[in-house]
Structures are given as structure tokens and as C-alpha cells.
């Protein structure tokens, strides 16, 4: 069994997204050139579980793409709960947002369009769970800009830490760079730190 048909086990043995997530899921993967950057319904399922797990009310997430993980964190949210999404893209927010105005779980979303950094300097915390989904190169920035907005025992998730196996023998800038996060963060005292080989690698930050 290769690693394609393990996701694909992992993926038939988890409970599904719902109707509005897959219909997302689909309207990306034919309206938009880059729909691998789709989180993956096991990314998700992990992020819901962990809003459950912290009881978390208020969620920052950086990289909203079309919409997708915003929405699938607003249904795992209790009635009064938040999720604040920053998207540098107008086009894929206006995607976002007619998925959510077609969601109950929509007015719990908020949409910051503009630049990650100065959005995050804007914002009042704390913030229970924060989910970084972004440029792979501005992730040391987005730590360190997310810290003190987020709870003591809060979580940061990071996606995408594996780079599709090249952090084994990075040859690339974007590979080497997480490479050396990878490295950096399991030596950050703030943090338990866990890596795992989901999808395309998701390392969870625990806030000490």
C-alpha cells in the first residue's frame, strides 16, 4: 500500500465534510488554478477536532483560499463562536464569501482581505486556535505575529510542513526554509511541538 492509498483509506474511514464543504471542494477544483491548495478533509477534521478538544470560541486562520477550512473550523464552533480569516487574494474572498452567505455557519466568519502582517497587528486576542495556511516563507513571521495574541495552552496548526517529502533533501528555497523552521520550532521552549505525517505534513504548536 503506497501513501496515496493510505489518505485514501484514512480518508474513507473518516467522517465526511458536509454537503456545502464538498460542494466547495468541487466548485474550487474546476474554477481555480491552484486547487491543491485545498487543505484536505483530514486536515480539517484534525482542526475541528482540536477546536473541540480546546473548547475554543475564537479562531484565527491565515490563508483563506476559497473558503474551505474557515468553514469546516465555523461548523465545529459553538453558536457564539468566531473565526477570523486573512486572504491576500480578493478574488478567492469573494469565492469564500458566497460559500459562507449559503452556510449557516457563515456569520461566524469574518473575512480580512489585505496583507497578513498588518491585518495581524490590527487584531485584539486572545485567540484559541490559530491555523496557518499561507505563503510557506512568511510562516516565522506569522508565529511570532500570532504568539501573544494566542491563550496560554492555545494551539497553532501549520500546514504543509513536509513540502511533498523535499525537506528530506531540500534542494529548493521554499524546502530549505521549512526545513529549518521544521528544526527551529522542535527546539522552541514556548511550545510542545509535534509534527505529523498527515497529508502533506501538520505541525501542531501547543503554547506553554
Given amino acids: 500500500m503506497n501513501i496515496s492509498e493510505i489518505d485514501e483509506y484514512a480518508i474513507a474511514h473518516t467522517q465526511p465534510d458536509s454537503a456545502l464543504l464538498q460542494e466547495l471542494t468541487a466548485y474550487t477544483q474546476a474554477h481555480t488554478r491552484q486547487p491543491q491548495m485545498l487543505c484536505g478533509p483530514l486536515v480539517t477534521r484534525t482542526l475541528q477536532l482540536l477546536i473541540k478538544l480546546c473548547q475554543a470560541k475564537r479562531v484565527l486562520e491565515i490563508g483563506c483560499f476559497t473558503g474551505y477550512s474557515a468553514l469546516a473550523m465555523a461548523e465545529a464552533l459553538p453558536a457564539d463562536g468566531e473565526v477570523i480569516t486573512l486572504e491576500i487574494d480578493p478574488n478567492n474572498a469573494k469565492i469564500a464569501q458566497s460559500f459562507l452567505?449559503?452556510?449557516e455557519h457563515g456569520p461566524k466568519v469574518t473575512i480580512q482581505l489585505g496583507d497578513a502582517i498588518a491585518s495581524l497587528g490590527?487584531?485584539?486576542?486572545?485567540?484559541?486556535?490559530?491555523f496557518i495556511d499561507a505563503d510557506k516563507q512568511g510562516?516565522?513571521?506569522?508565529?511570532?505575529?500570532v504568539f501573544p495574541l494566542l491563550r496560554q495552552s492555545g494551539v497553532i496548526a501549520l500546514d504543509n510542513m513536509l513540502r511533498e517529502g523535499q525537506v528530506l533533501d531540500p534542494q529548493h528555497e521554499t524546502a530549505k526554509y521549512i526545513d529549518a523552521l521544521n528544526t527551529r520550532l522542535v527546539q522552541d521552549e514556548r511550545f510542545t511541538t509535534m509534527l505529523l505525517p498527515l497529508r502533506d505534513g501538520l505541525t501542531l504548536l501547543y503554547k506553554l
Fill in 101 to 103: 452567505e449559503k452556510s
Fill in 139 to 145: 510562516y516565522g513571521d506569522y508565529i511570532e505575529a
Fill in 122 to 130: 490590527l487584531l485584539q486576542g486572545p485567540f484559541d486556535v490559530v
